[in-house]
């Protein structure tokens, strides 16, 4: 019979180890090894096979085996150390609150939204590289003390598990999760001080006078806490109960009522949340990715309703507090909608334009904030953009990518003005780093460094052999987990237990260890390497250097085209002769992942460039001592350095995509051939392999610092969250006269603008053969119009001349108002030629105000009309 329904009954924990609650439901567990050990000595068999889930365990164990721990001294004594340390990791200041002992002025608060969040293998919330990205954000926020809050969707059955067919074929299952056997805690109106709060419930208003439902889940991410929405409630009606059944399943309109929940009721979660734990109110809101930007506009309705603003001061106020993160380099990987659906979402009864879901608003309005040059598509990375006055891309190239990419919304500016920077992704190392790696460095760097993750390039200090053994280990972890999962796999495939005696054979610790796992669209090219297959073949085969492949891979359940690429990769790894050599495991996740990245010797990733924004898998790698073979795309291009990896040549610019990949897939090979397989066989008297362990060192003392989360979540909060804050602030003190004055400033600019010109510029003061350095006097009568001199900044613009008279490698000069002259107003510039070769100038008007952050920010620009 199988059951109805599923729930979870939590076992009755003794007084003395009551302790094991808050160790078992705080996340931090997760990247806290000792803990996890304390966990599996309740069990070590069950922990096994509750996998290495501390509630699941603490639900599971037997009472006897608890009662007799309750007087085991040893234990008690780990149990209560453990539990000292948890509490203070959780009150102890840290980088944050030294940080503004010093007085360093940062945000208040800040609320992260994201549509997934991956924290640990045991909240399967995630996908892919956002999820995991969005939980190593927390973590290292916590880590630092961060005063920030996650929020998101709890999904009943995540993303999906996937398994292969007899023939290689991905299937999909959809295994529902009960919040009561998760690590979560129900958000309630009586916040942590009492247990008999009633629990929240967000509404949001739904077409037709229907109303979605969502209680709040809490999860304890350390010192974070993570607000995940859950519409699957009895309050709502049937359809609405499925509105948070699957990350990323469903149609449009499933998807614009989970992104509506996201926003707007994300915006009411953290209102209840606050509240009922008598917090101020975030400064800062983020939007990892454009899918939550509804909370923009759930912000303006409250400053329209309760502040008595109108539209455009509020949207003022909510700019000056948002950050957007975008992070697809791809236009087709923007998030869109219809309009006529938002509007059906957003719209008045009967067609009015007052919005019936945000009472204040009009439709109008917001739809406008989603608009693209296709009036009848509403796009939600332009509204992250409308709605933010600041914005990143993941790397250095997708911030170059992003700003070319959204360049349309700043019309009159070159690419390179575009006000979209960039913060390269890390992540987390107490979570990625093996716990080999983590005893090592608790002996070199010290428990309270490394808790903040400093320091972890002193890993180099290791000698060759120390490094090398490490190595090893991880390497021989890594094949008996792919041979449990190879075998695991064959018999979900059909296969009997008498026909897998070869799987002990699968894998060889001694063998140069290469791994490829990520998602499966088109751009990451998982069938890359399978190109030759012969010479691939030749390659696993070969007698003196062997090389070996563990593949792994989800492919998006509506992607055909993915799943048959998985399906060439498994049917090749199949074969008699290489499946010693070659696996795909199905259900990449965390839990597989951790192996992976431990035990890789290489990383390999072959995007097409530029495609892949930011890609972390290759950081993981690197953290543990694994050297990147990679497309110099996302956060490689920036970080390779010719020593801690391989860049695989890109065939950039040849636009016969077959061709490209024929080139780039012989690069590959190549480079595994000649470069990186006769660098870990050449081994010394020792058997050592010493050019590749100094490769090994090269990459933990180089790229470790670079690539960690606590050092991206640094970045966010002084140059992201902190000037947002003071922008916050200086718009919303006396009553938001700076939020009412940019709004008035932004209405008198774009009325007047069409009359501002540039009448006539000279240029005097120069010698005939001038040289770099030298002198030139710039003179320009400027029309402006009803605005006034102090509305406005005149740049003098110098650089080089390209054939067709454009402007490039510019540098540009502020030019001082002089005077008035026959209804115009002069500016002049005294400035030195910047570079050499042809070089020319232009003036050019652009709008200021002392609560604008860039120049190009209202995308208004004048220059003399040629
Ligand atoms: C890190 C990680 C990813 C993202 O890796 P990319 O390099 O960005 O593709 C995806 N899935 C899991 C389980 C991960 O740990």
Same mark, same amino acid.
């Given at each position: 019979?199988?059951?109805?329904?599923?729930?979870?009954?939590?076992?009755?924990?003794?007084?003395?180890?009551?302790?094991?609650?808050?160790?078992?439901?705080?996340?931090?567990?997760?990247?806290?090894?000792?803990?996890?050990?304390?966990?599996?000595?309740?069990?070590?068999?069950?922990?096994? =096979?509750?996998?290495?889930?501390?509630?699941?365990?603490?639900?599971?164990?037997?009472?006897?085996?608890?009662?007799?721990?309750?007087?085991?001294?040893?234990?008690?004594?780990?149990?209560?150390?453990?539990?000292?340390?948890?509490?203070?990791?959780?009150?102890?200041?840290?980088?944050?609150?030294?940080?503004?002992?010093?007085?360093?002025?940062?945000?208040?608060?800040?609320?992260?939204?994201?549509? /997934?969040? $991956?924290?640990?293998?045991?909240?399967?919330?995630?996908?892919?590289?956002?999820?995991?990205?969005?939980?190593?954000?927390?973590?290292?926020?916590?880590?630092?003390?961060?005063?920030?809050?996650?929020?998101?969707?709890?999904?009943?059955?995540?993303?999906?598990?996937?398994?292969?067919?007899?023939?290689?074929?991905?299937?999909?299952?959809?295994?529902?999760?009960?919040?009561?056997?998760?690590?979560?805690?129900?958000?309630?109106?009586?916040?942590?001080?009492?247990?008999?709060?009633?629990?929240?419930?967000?509404?949001?208003?739904?077409?037709?006078?229907?109303?979605?439902?969502?209680?709040?889940?809490?999860?304890?991410?350390?010192?974070?806490?993570?607000?995940?929405?859950?519409?699957?409630?009895?309050?709502?009606?049937?359809?609405?109960?499925?509105?948070?059944?699957?990350?990323?399943?469903?149609?449009?309109?499933?998807?614009?009522?989970?992104?509506?929940?996201?926003?707007?009721?994300?915006?009411?979660?953290?209102?209840?949340?606050?509240? =009922?734990?008598?917090?101020?109110?975030?400064?800062?809101?983020?939007?990892?990715?454009?899918?939550?930007?509804?909370?923009?506009?759930?912000?303006?309705?409250?400053?329209?309703?309760?502040?008595?603003?109108?539209?455009?001061?509020?949207?003022?106020?909510?700019?000056?507090?948002?950050?957007?993160?975008?992070?697809?380099?791809?236009? =087709?990987?923007?998030?869109?909608?219809?309009?006529?659906? #938002?509007?059906?979402?957003?719209?008045?009864?009967?067609?009015?334009?007052?919005?019936?879901?945000?009472?204040?608003?009009?439709?109008?309005?917001?739809?406008?904030?989603?608009?693209?040059?296709?009036?009848?598509?509403?796009?939600?990375?332009?509204?992250?953009?409308?709605?933010?006055?600041?914005?990143?891309?993941?790397?250095?190239?997708?911030?170059?990518?992003?700003?070319?990419?959204?360049?349309?919304?700043?019309?009159?500016?070159?690419?390179?003005?575009?006000?979209?920077?960039?913060?390269?992704?890390?992540?987390?190392?107490?979570?990625?780093?093996?716990?080999?790696?983590?005893?090592?460095?608790?002996?070199?760097?010290?428990?309270?460094?490394?808790?903040?993750?400093?320091?972890?390039?002193?890993?180099?200090?290791?000698?060759?052999?120390?490094?090398?053994?490490?190595?090893?280990?991880?390497?021989?972890?890594?094949?008996?987990? #792919?041979?449990?999962?190879?075998?695991?796999?064959?018999?979900?495939?059909?296969?009997?237990?008498?026909?897998?005696?070869?799987?002990?054979?699968?894998?060889?610790?001694?063998?140069?260890?290469? $791994?490829?796992?990520?998602?499966?669209?088109?751009?990451?090219?998982?069938?890359?390497?399978?190109?030759?297959?012969?010479?691939?073949?030749?390659?696993?085969?070969?007698?003196?250097?062997?090389?070996?492949?563990?593949?792994?891979?989800?492919?998006?359940?509506?992607?055909?085209?993915?799943?048959?690429?998985?399906?060439? #990769?498994?049917?090749?790894?199949? /074969?008699?002769?290489?499946?010693?050599?070659?696996?795909?495991?199905?259900?990449?996740?965390?839990?597989?992942?951790?192996?992976?990245?431990? $035990?890789?010797?290489?990383?390999?990733?072959?995007?097409?460039?530029?495609?892949?924004?930011?890609?972390?898998?290759?950081?993981?790698?690197?953290?543990?001592?694994?050297?990147?073979?990679?497309?110099?795309?996302?956060?490689?291009?920036?970080?390779?350095?010719?020593?801690?990896?391989?860049?695989?040549?890109?065939?950039?610019?040849?636009?016969?995509?077959?061709?490209?990949?024929?080139?780039?897939?012989?690069?590959?090979?190549?480079?595994?051939?000649?470069?990186?397989?006769?660098?870990?066989?050449?081994?010394?008297?020792?058997?050592?392999?010493?050019?590749?362990?100094?490769?090994?060192?090269?990459?933990?003392?180089?790229?470790?610092?670079?690539?960690?989360?606590?050092?991206?979540?640094?970045?966010?909060?002084?140059?992201?969250?902190?000037?947002?804050?003071?922008?916050?602030?200086?718009?919303?003190?006396?009553?938001?006269?700076?939020?009412?004055?940019?709004?008035?400033?932004?209405?008198?600019?774009?009325?007047?603008?069409?009359?501002?010109?540039?009448?006539?510029?000279?240029?005097?003061?120069?010698?005939? @053969?001038?040289?770099?350095?030298?002198?030139?006097?710039?003179?320009?009568?400027?029309?402006?119009?009803?605005?006034?001199?102090?509305?406005?900044?005149?740049?003098?613009?110098?650089?080089?001349?390209?054939?067709?008279?454009?402007?490039?490698?510019?540098?540009?000069?502020?030019?001082?108002?002089?005077?008035?002259?026959?209804?115009?107003?002069?500016?002049?510039?005294?400035?030195?030629?910047?570079?050499?070769?042809?070089?020319?100038? @232009?003036?050019?008007?652009?709008?200021?105000?002392?609560?604008?952050?860039?120049?190009?920010?209202? $995308?208004? #620009?004048?220059?003399?009309?040629?």
């Amino acid at each position: 019979m199988k059951a109805l329904r599923r729930f979870t009954v939590r076992a009755h924990i003794p007084e003395r180890l009551a302790a094991l609650g808050p160790l078992s439901t705080n996340l931090r567990w997760s990247w806290h090894p000792e803990t996890q050990d304390l966990f599996s000595r309740l069990d070590p068999e069950l922990w096994q =096979a509750v996998q290495f889930d501390p509630v699941r365990m603490l639900g599971e164990v037997n009472p006897t085996r608890l009662d007799e721990l309750s007087s085991d001294e040893a234990f008690l004594g780990d149990l209560d150390t453990a539990a000292a340390d948890l509490d203070a990791y959780l009150s102890t200041p840290r980088w944050y609150q030294s940080q503004q002992a010093k007085g360093t002025s940062l945000a208040g608060g800040i609320a992260y939204f994201s549509m /997934e969040f $991956g924290v640990s293998e045991v909240l399967p919330n995630y996908s892919g590289g956002l999820g995991i990205l969005a939980g190593d954000h927390l973590k290292a926020a916590s880590d630092l003390g961060l005063p920030l809050i996650g929020v998101g969707l709890l999904y009943r059955s995540g993303y999906f598990r996937q398994s292969l067919t007899a023939d290689g074929w991905q299937a999909e299952h959809y295994p529902p999760h009960d919040p009561q056997g998760l690590p979560l805690r129900l958000l309630t109106d009586a916040g942590p001080t009492s247990d008999d709060g009633s629990p929240v419930v967000i509404h949001v208003a739904m077409p037709g006078g229907r109303v979605l439902r969502a209680r709040v889940w809490i999860a304890q991410v350390g010192r974070v806490p993570l607000l995940l929405l859950d519409s699957d409630i009895s309050e709502n009606d049937a359809d609405l109960r499925g509105v948070t059944d699957r990350l990323y399943g469903g149609d449009q309109d499933h998807r614009i009522k989970q992104e509506i929940l996201a926003g707007i009721g994300g915006v009411r979660a953290v209102r209840a949340y606050t509240a =009922a734990y008598g917090l101020p109110d975030p400064e800062v809101f983020h939007m990892n990715e454009g899918h939550a930007g509804f909370l923009g506009i759930e912000r303006i309705r409250e400053l329209v309703t309760t502040s008595g603003l109108d539209f455009d001061s509020a949207l003022a106020a909510v700019r000056a507090g948002t950050v957007f993160t975008t992070h697809t380099p791809v236009p =087709a990987g923007i998030d869109r909608f219809p309009a006529d659906l #938002v509007r059906h979402y957003f719209g008045g009864a009967n067609g009015e334009n007052e919005s019936s879901l945000l009472p204040g608003l009009t439709v109008d309005r917001i739809v406008g904030m989603g608009r693209e040059s296709d009036p009848s598509i509403f796009n939600m990375a332009h509204m992250g953009l409308r709605l933010g006055q600041r914005a990143n891309g993941v790397s250095k190239l997708h911030g170059i990518v992003s700003r070319d990419m959204f360049n349309g919304l700043w019309p009159g500016f070159d690419a390179d003005e575009v006000p979209i920077g960039s913060v390269t992704n890390g992540v987390h190392a107490p979570t990625w780093a093996a716990p080999e790696w983590m005893d090592v460095a608790r002996r070199i760097v010290g428990q309270e460094q490394l808790e903040e993750a400093r320091g972890w390039e002193r890993l180099h200090e290791l000698s060759a052999t120390e490094l090398w053994e490490t190595r090893n280990a991880l390497r021989g972890k890594l094949v008996d987990e #792919v041979r449990r999962r190879v075998r695991a796999s064959w018999l979900e495939r059909g296969a009997t237990e008498a026909e897998l005696g070869w799987t002990t054979g699968v894998f060889d610790p001694n063998v140069l260890t290469v $791994g490829f796992a990520r998602r499966v669209p088109t751009y990451k090219r998982l069938t890359l390497m399978l190109r030759d297959p012969e010479r691939l073949r030749a390659m696993l085969l070969d007698e003196k250097r062997p090389v070996q492949l563990v593949v792994a891979g989800k492919s998006h359940p509506a992607d055909d085209g993915g799943k048959a690429l998985i399906q060439q #990769v498994v049917r090749f790894a199949d /074969e008699a002769d290489v499946r010693h050599r070659i696996v795909f495991l199905p259900d990449y996740d965390m839990s597989m992942a951790r192996y992976l990245y431990w $035990g890789c010797d290489v990383w390999l990733n072959n995007p097409l460039r530029p495609l892949e924004a930011c890609g972390t898998s290759g950081m993981k790698s690197a953290l543990n001592g694994g050297l990147n073979l990679s497309i110099r795309d996302g956060w490689w291009d920036e970080m390779y350095d010719g020593e801690n990896g391989w860049a695989i040549p890109t065939a950039d610019g040849v636009l016969d995509d077959v061709r490209r990949d024929d080139l780039e897939a012989s690069a590959l090979y190549e480079l595994l051939e000649h470069a990186v397989l006769p660098t870990f066989y050449d081994r010394d008297a020792a058997d050592l392999p010493t050019r590749w362990v100094e490769r090994v060192r090269h990459t933990l003392e180089n790229l470790g610092p670079k690539v960690l989360a606590s050092r991206m979540v640094r970045d966010y909060a002084v140059d992201y969250y902190a000037p947002s804050a003071e922008s916050a602030r200086a718009v919303v003190a006396d009553d938001f006269a700076g939020a009412r004055e940019v709004a008035e400033f932004r209405r008198r600019i774009e009325s007047q603008w069409p009359s501002v010109a540039v009448e006539q510029v000279d240029g005097s003061g120069l010698p005939d @053969t001038p040289e770099i350095g030298a002198t030139i006097s710039l003179r320009a009568k400027v029309r402006l119009g009803g605005l006034s001199v102090s509305d406005v900044q005149v740049q003098a613009v110098l650089g080089r001349v390209s054939p067709g008279e454009e402007l490039t490698d510019v540098v540009t000069f502020p030019m001082t108002h002089f005077g008035a002259e026959d209804g115009t107003e002069i500016f002049e510039a005294e400035v030195a030629l910047p570079v050499s070769g042809s070089v020319g100038y @232009t003036v050019r008007v652009l709008p200021h105000h002392r609560l604008l952050v860039d120049a190009s920010e209202l $995308g208004l #620009v004048t220059t003399p009309s040629v």
